[in-house]
């Protein structure tokens, strides 16, 4: 089955700095990545996803970059602010999603 | 905007006992999911179900565990004979079409086992 690797666990920037959370993929039919950010106590939100016909994606201050081809993706946060301070999951996706690990990112004002 | 729909809550239980959570999706959808996260875990996938049968399970889904859709609304997730390390949040989710979109996720329901 899937096996999906995330990194780092956690992440401490300063307000405004960029952030980068990477992961990978095992199975070469995963074909729809998604990423979730989740507050606590509170359930997954999707902030982002990317399908394996698209090598970037991008909304505003997040970006998700997939290559295929090494089997990993990543998530990249611009000009991060207080607010984007949460744990933040990988998934990939062949009709069973399979999470990462998770990271936790702190943003210090 | 519509949202998928979980009760209880909170689901307190003794080692032993059957509990049975419940789902509303998003009553246009067509694919049902449950996941469990451990506290401080990632969340992890049970079970798929598509067109009143499971399409996928993981291997935490064993026969400790069932899925149903009893009427056109509602998807439970019953767990038969409950277990200490099945205490953990369970999320439901559902998507509208095709396996390989958005996820719209439950609330989450709270399971302590005792």
């Known amino acids: 089955g899937e096996n999906v690797e995330q990194h780092p666990s956690t992440l401490s920037v300063q307000e405004g700095d960029s952030a980068v959370i990477k992961c990978t993929y095992s199975d070469s039919a995963s074909n729809y990545f998604p990423w979730y950010k989740q507050e606590l106590g509170k359930r997954p939100q999707l902030i982002i996803d990317?399908?394996?016909?698209?090598g970037e994606k991008k909304d505003q201050r997040i970006a998700v970059t997939l290559n295929k081809t090494a089997k990993h993706f990543s998530l990249h946060i611009t000009e991060t602010q207080p607010e984007d301070s949460a744990v933040y999951f990988c998934?990939?996706?062949?009709?069973?999603?399979?999470f990462g690990a998770g990271t936790r990112l702190t943003v210090k004002p | 905007e519509p949202e998928v729909t979980q009760t209880p809550s909170h689901q307190v239980t003794q080692m032993g006992q059957e509990v049975i959570l419940r789902c509303v999706p998003i009553?246009?959808?067509?694919?049902f999911y449950w996941y469990r996260q451990i506290l401080g875990q990632k969340v992890e996938f049970l079970v798929s179900?598509?067109?009143?049968?499971?399409?996928?399970k993981s291997e935490i889904f064993d026969d400790q565990f069932s899925v149903e859709r009893p009427d056109g609304s509602n998807f439970t997730l019953k767990i038969r004979s409950t277990k200490l390390e099945d205490s953990a949040m369970y999320f439901c989710a559902s998507i509208k079409e095709g396996i390989n979109n958005e996820q719209f996720f439950g609330p989450g329901t709270r399971l302590t086992v005792l």
């Open positions: 179900f598509y067109n009143n049968e499971i399409s996928e």
């Open positions: 990317i399908r394996s016909n698209v």
């Open positions: 009553s246009n959808h067509l694919y």
């Open positions: 998934a990939a996706s062949n009709n069973d999603m399979r």
